[in-house]
């Protein structure tokens, strides 16, 4: 569910299709996990690639305005890091989105990328025998994990998502805990 137009809300803004599903749900998990149980996130409003946010001068704002309908107490914006220092990235978006909405914007640039989230709480994915190793890629072994089935990052995002150990998962990510830090800083204005 969505927060009903006019509401109180969080406008999200995501990377891509994968994210539009999955980060509702973690966020929605978060929010149960604090207590908050009402309609509290907009509906999210995918990038279409990371390269829509990084273009210079266009793409992220308007994203970022489509977010921020009537009703919206903040926009979170969610990218990948990849191989790019969050450090910049952050700082460069959050400037960039800043301009263009009175509304408190949030900034979450996920170390290397969402599935690096998801695969910090392995051991609860119900993947088989699985330890976490902080130098692995989140995707490359949740892929080795489901062969012979294929990860689609569209469908299997959201479903690992749902079945994430937050406090786990929050030990072993900073960004995956600056989110939440962050959300309770909002939570805290609404």
Known sequence: MSAPPGAAHLGIVVE??????????????????????????????????????????????????????????????????????????????????????????????AERDFEDWIYTAVEHLDLGKAAWNSSERGKNAIESLLTPEKYVKSTMQARLTQRMDLDVARTRSTSLNRLFNKIDEILARI
């Not at 604090?34 to 390269?51: N, S």
């Not at 305005?65 to 450090?87: E, I, N, T």
């Open 16 to 109: 891509g299709p994968g994210d539009k599903e999955a980060f509702p749900i973690l966020l929605r998990k978060y929010l149960h996990s604090v207590g908050r149980y009402e309609d509290l996130l907009g509906k999210p409003v995918p990038l279409k690639g990371k390269g829509s946010a990084t273009r210079a001068n266009s793409g992220l704002e308007g994203y970022v305005l489509a977010a921020a309908r009537p009703g919206c107490c903040a926009v979170l914006v969610l990218v990948d890091a990849d191989k790019d220092a969050s450090c910049v990235l952050g700082p460069d978006l959050l400037a960039r989105a800043q301009a263009v909405t009175a509304v408190p914007v949030v900034v979450i640039v």
